[in-house]
């Protein structure tokens, strides 16, 4: 539901304290105009941590400086909820795991030599967070690596960039990205992330039950990262009722399973619209059983003409592609005419059968499931 997040508590004995054994080794100073930042992290603790396969937070506590506002106290900390709770962000947490998560950061604050409650863990106010779900492929789909490799065909997304990245260590692990200054939507094997960059005990164990042949690499991971607290902002009043002049949000007022759920979705939904399905699935045919598809669809033969020209269009430059030549061939406002005017064509044409769109189907289904994945228990 949410992997990554980063909150911060105010200090100078507000909401925490540093001991005199503190293990924060590590300085860095940055001066700009107006403002300065003096920040003490830690550095080798968490390195020792890391060799013996546990996961530890990032943890910054910085002297921040402004001409306007005077100076602050602040502790940043920077955490993987499933890999604090369980080792791996192959598992999710929810709303019930909350108990678990302030009690293993209070631990883990304590060893870093930080005084604080669970109160003022409560309190902390979230600056960014990262939503995510993942969705368990059935083996008539295939792995998750060659899932991603399928669906980087719709290489766009609304004022943002592309990236189809792959993972290195020869394990064939792919990723497809789309970002902006503010925003950035990942869809990855993390089968494959683990065993490219997998070290915390449960995820050696992860990799060797793949090694052994005991686990399949059918989970696919899907991930918005609201980047700025700006954003983040931004999307959690548009969602939460009433919170419109609400300035900070709490874990637990966004640890919330419908609003972790029509998060995904709305982004989903822009990046796999039906306009971009119909254009990539048509292609998907043959040549001639595209002409005789569209020959007994009853469009009128101009309609078929266009739709099997932009279709090929989608083939040949992916659906980003597609735009740029939608911009090229027109101007202004027909720009969004045309898109309309094909849009309207292929609602015409009906629900499409085929892989694509199928597959497309499939994952936007289990996304409105969102099933919750857990450890299996052990009795």
């Not at 955490?79 to 598992?91: A, D, E, M, R, T």
């Not at 065993?195 to 399949?216: P, S």
């Not at 931004?234 to 939460?240: G, N, P």
């Not at 430059?317 to 406002?333: A, R, S």
Request: glycine share 6%; proline share 2%; hydrophobic share 35%.
């Amino acid at each position: 539901m949410i992997d990554s997040i980063v909150f911060y508590l105010y200090g100078n004995g507000e909401q925490f304290e540093l001991r005199q054994d503190n293990k924060l080794d590590g300085k860095k100073n940055q001066q700009e105009r107006g403002y300065g930042i003096s920040s003490e992290y830690c550095n080798e603790y968490i390195s020792s941590l890391s060799k013996q396969g546990i996961y530890c937070p990032s943890i910054t506590k910085a002297i921040k400086t402004n001409s306007k506002i005077g100076t602050r106290e602040v502790l940043e900390i920077q955490v993987s909820l499933p890999k604090l709770i369980y080792g791996s962000n192959l598992f999710e947490i929810d709303s019930e795991d909350l108990d678990k998560i302030y009690a293993a950061l209070l631990s883990r604050l304590n060893d870093f030599g930080i005084i604080t409650t669970k109160e003022q863990l409560q309190k902390a106010i979230v600056k960014r967070a990262d939503y995510s779900k993942i969705v368990k492929l059935p083996d008539y789909l295939g792995t998750a690596d060659k899932v991603v490799e399928a669906i980087s065909k719709f290489n766009y997304k609304p004022s943002s960039d592309y990236n189809f990245h792959k993972y290195y260590c020869g394990n064939n692990g792919r990723s497809i990205k789309f970002w902006n200054t503010t925003q950035g939507y990942v869809i990855y094997d993390i089968i494959g992330n683990i065993l490219a960059n997998g070290f915390t005990k449960t995820e050696q164990t992860i990799i060797k039950g793949y090694n052994d042949r005991q686990v399949k690499r059918t989970a696919l991971r899907f991930e918005l990262s609201l980047e700025t607290k700006g954003s983040f902002d931004a999307v959690i009043r548009r969602k939460i009722k009433d919170t419109e002049k609400k300035k900070d949000f709490y874990l637990d007022e966004i640890l919330k399973e419908d609003l972790a759920r029509e998060i995904l979705l709305d982004v989903f939904d822009k990046v796999f619209s039906n306009l971009a399905i119909g254009l990539l699935s048509l292609p998907e045919m043959e040549n001639n059983r595209l002409m005789a598809y569209l020959d007994g669809s009853n469009l009128s033969v101009r309609k078929q003409e266009k739709l099997y020209y932009w279709a090929s269009l989608a083939t040949s430059y992916g659906y980003g592609g597609f735009q740029e030549q939608v911009k090229l061939k027109h101007k202004g406002g027909s720009v969004d005419r045309c898109k309309k005017e094909i849009a309207l064509i292929l609602a015409e044409l009906g629900e499409m059968n085929g892989s694509l769109p199928n597959l497309i189907k499939f994952l936007r289904t289990e996304l409105e499931k969102f099933d919750i994945i857990k450890p299996k228990r052990v009795n």
